[in-house]
């Protein structure tokens, strides 16, 4: 799945230490090429709300979501049902609260199929993972059922391997800086007598022996990746604790999360399974699915946390997506209950890169399009060109024709314009990847009434889906094909070059993604407009 892991500040320091213009809707922006730059960091709060800013008025590569809103003033839209295929969602949230779907077919706790849907007492979405917390990758999967006829085996059982030694050796040394942080720590504090201290405070220390000077020079090393000492230990256990995860869950070959929902994940008619429980049974594990629904949709100037892209929304809260991969079976059932209980927009932050029954989630995005839903899917976090590499899902396989006109893939943007403005982890492709939104520093919505920053496509997706529902909001008449061209043709489209997948690769913006577009909100709104005007 992709739920972007924290960005570690000490990571290089494993090595280090020793141990443009619019296409359809003409507005200024074209001139943002040739507008000087912003180099000043930004503010907290301009950082907090820079997905939102616009990109000729800030020279920050927004979506201009708050310019977006002047279009609307005096205009009443409708409300849209926006479903969430996530991790779960803290559905009681003090900015989420206001805007979660409630089934109006549905009598609460009365153990009965009210609406004869298949799902019992499905109040606010459908839990498909029951109690599941943690699950294995996909390929530990494949190298787990062993049979080596699978035309997936070989390359399974290589990708398998290299995670898994990479796991291993990161961990450990993770847990080598971490003893060498304390170590200097401890010494730092006892030479400057402080508890706390700063870096002139340690630069101002006269070693007088060489255990000193190495205490030192860590230490100072360790202030150029972070602010403070206990962010970098903080970063350092968070590190430890994900590749002990990724040992103890996702790459361990006897571990079996599935039992405890006691379904039969290859056979797709063995159905309903899970609960309504959307949240799912560990509060702090829905973090990506709640920081996913408020980029979305998190109430309005309500005085409280932040603004979501769209209001006039209802997120349907469909838990699909563990700490591991998803299941086809999962991910096939969620979109087809969320087009048949009335979303007119779904979101899907997560992916793999192994899909057994990747034919039956091929089969949700075309039965989807029938009941004309507009899907808005992250591109994934691999730094890899998808044109070259299969992600699921995907609306194509090995770069052939589209199976629907319903499918919009998102790569991620960094805050500053200019050459370094797409995420270093961004997968990217002219052929698989149609936009890119802001996907780097997002803050949002977290559980406990608590709010994070978060990075990844899995953030520049619901991004996107937030326009898309602010779009069929105020113009219901437009398809979800119509949707997808306004979000794909109203896009501001950069003249430069940008780096994309490692610092020695190169490629013009406008070959990255099929529209060469950054998603604006702002020129979308002009553009349904009009096409709803049939201009």
Not at 259 to 283: R, T, Y
Not at 406 to 435: C, E, H, Q, W
Not at 445 to 471: D, K, W
């Given at each position: ?177 971490l003893q060498m942080l304390h170590q200097s720590d401890a010494a730092i504090k006892k030479e400057t007598g ?342």
């Amino acid at each position: 799945m992709y739920l972007r892991k924290p960005l570690y500040a000490v990571a290089s320091a494993l090595a280090l230490y020793g141990c443009g213009s619019t296409s359809i809707v003409s507005t200024p922006v074209d001139r943002i090429d040739n507008v000087p730059l912003k180099v000043a960091d930004l503010t907290d709060d301009q950082l907090k709300n820079w997905f939102h800013s616009d990109l000729l008025t800030d020279t920050i590569p927004g979506m201009s979501v708050d310019k977006a809103y002047t279009l609307l003033k005096g205009k009443k839209g409708s409300k849209i049902i926006v479903g969430v295929i996530d991790s779960g969602i803290d559905i009681n949230h003090e900015d989420l609260k206001n805007v979660i779907w409630t089934n109006p077919n549905e009598i609460p706790g009365n153990g009965i199929d009210d609406d004869k849907n298949g799902y019992v007492d499905d109040i606010h979405g459908w839990n498909f993972l029951g109690d599941i917390n943690h699950e294995t990758l996909e390929m530990t999967r494949i190298v787990r059922g062993g049979d080596t006829s699978n035309p997936d085996y070989a390359s399974a059982k290589a990708a398998f391997d290299e995670k898994y030694n990479e796991a291993m050796s990161t961990k450990t040394r993770y847990e080598q800086l971490l003893q060498m942080l304390h170590q200097s720590d401890a010494a730092i504090k006892k030479e400057t007598g402080k508890e706390t201290y700063t870096k002139a405070e340690v630069e101002a220390i006269e070693a007088k022996d060489e255990s000193m000077q190495q205490f030192k020079g860590f230490i100072l090393q360790m202030f150029s990746y972070a602010d403070s000492i206990s962010e970098i230990e903080n970063d350092l256990k968070d590190g430890i604790k994900h590749f002990a995860g990724q040992l103890n869950y996702n790459l361990n070959l006897e571990y079996n999360g599935r039992k405890i929902l006691g379904d039969n994940e290859n056979d797709l008619s063995d159905a309903p399974h899970g609960n309504n429980n959307v949240i799912g049974p560990d509060l702090e594990q829905s973090l990506h699915g709640t920081h996913v629904a408020g980029i979305i949709a998190a109430q309005r100037n309500n005085g409280v946390g932040m603004n979501g892209v769209a209001h006039n929304v209802e997120i349907m809260a469909l838990r699909a997506v563990p700490d591991g991969d998803e299941y086809d079976k999962d991910i096939a059932l969620a979109i087809r209950y969320a087009a048949d209980n009335g979303a007119k927009v779904i979101n899907t932050s997560f992916g793999k890169d192994y899909s057994p029954h990747s034919q039956w989630v091929r089969d949700a995005i075309i039965y989807a399009a029938s009941k004309d839903v507009l899907i808005i899917n992250a591109a994934g976090n691999d730094s890899k060109d998808l044109d070259k590499n299969n992600v699921f899902p995907n609306d194509q396989l090995n770069n052939g024709p589209e199976i629907a006109d319903n499918f919009v893939t998102v790569g991620a943007l960094n805050v500053k314009y200019g050459p370094s403005m797409v995420a270093r982890f961004s997968n990217y492709g002219k052929i698989n990847v149609d936009v890119f939104a802001p996907g780097v520093k997002i803050w949002a919505t977290a559980p406990n009434n608590e709010y994070r920053f978060l990075q990844g496509t899995s953030m520049a997706s619901p991004a996107v889906a937030g326009v898309a529902a602010l779009i069929r909001s105020y113009y219901p008449k437009l398809t979800a094909s119509q949707v997808k061209k306004v979000l794909i043709q109203s896009g501001l489209t950069p003249n430069t070059n940008v780096t994309v997948g490692d610092p020695q690769t190169t490629k013009p913006f406008a070959e990255i993604s099929k529209s060469g577009t950054i998603v604006n909100a702002y020129n979308a709104l002009i553009l349904a407009e009009r096409m709803a005007k049939g201009k």
